[in-house]
């Protein structure tokens, strides 16, 4: 994780990578959530960290959490996270 440490940017495309790789082999549901939050935790404002946050703690099954920070984005950026907050 300490490769990732100061850049947000690719500490989530390295979780996008990790929860949806085509060749399950390389599916890390557990690292790609701590390399989330902490991308959430350097930019505490940023939707867009927020919403694959939240795409993550899908992914691997954590769906409250993951409607929390869903909703979390959707305040932060409401045109375009709130479409994925609807009921």
Same mark, same amino acid.
């Given at each position: 994780? #300490?490769? !990732?440490? +100061? %850049?947000? @940017?690719? #500490?989530?495309?390295?979780?996008?990578?990790?929860?949806? *790789?085509?060749?399950?082999?390389? %599916?890390?549901? !557990?690292?790609? !959530? $701590?390399?989330?939050?902490?991308?959430? $935790?350097? +930019?505490?404002?940023?939707? $867009?960290? @927020?919403? !694959?946050? +939240?795409?993550?703690?899908? %992914?691997? +099954?954590?769906?409250?959490? &993951?409607?929390?920070?869903? %909703?979390? #984005?959707?305040?932060?950026?409401?045109?375009?996270? &709130?479409?994925? *907050?609807?009921?």
């Amino acid at each position: 994780m #300490a490769a !990732t440490s +100061g %850049r947000p @940017r690719y #500490a989530q495309s390295l979780a996008k990578f990790l929860v949806d *790789c085509p060749d399950p082999r390389y %599916r890390e549901f !557990t690292r790609a !959530t $701590e390399l989330m939050r902490q991308a959430a $935790e350097q +930019g505490p404002e940023n939707a $867009e960290y @927020r919403s !694959t946050l +939240g795409l993550v703690l899908y %992914r691997a +099954g954590k769906y409250q959490e &993951s409607q929390d920070s869903l %909703r979390h #984005a959707a305040k932060l950026q409401p045109p375009t996270a &709130s479409a994925l *907050c609807k009921p």
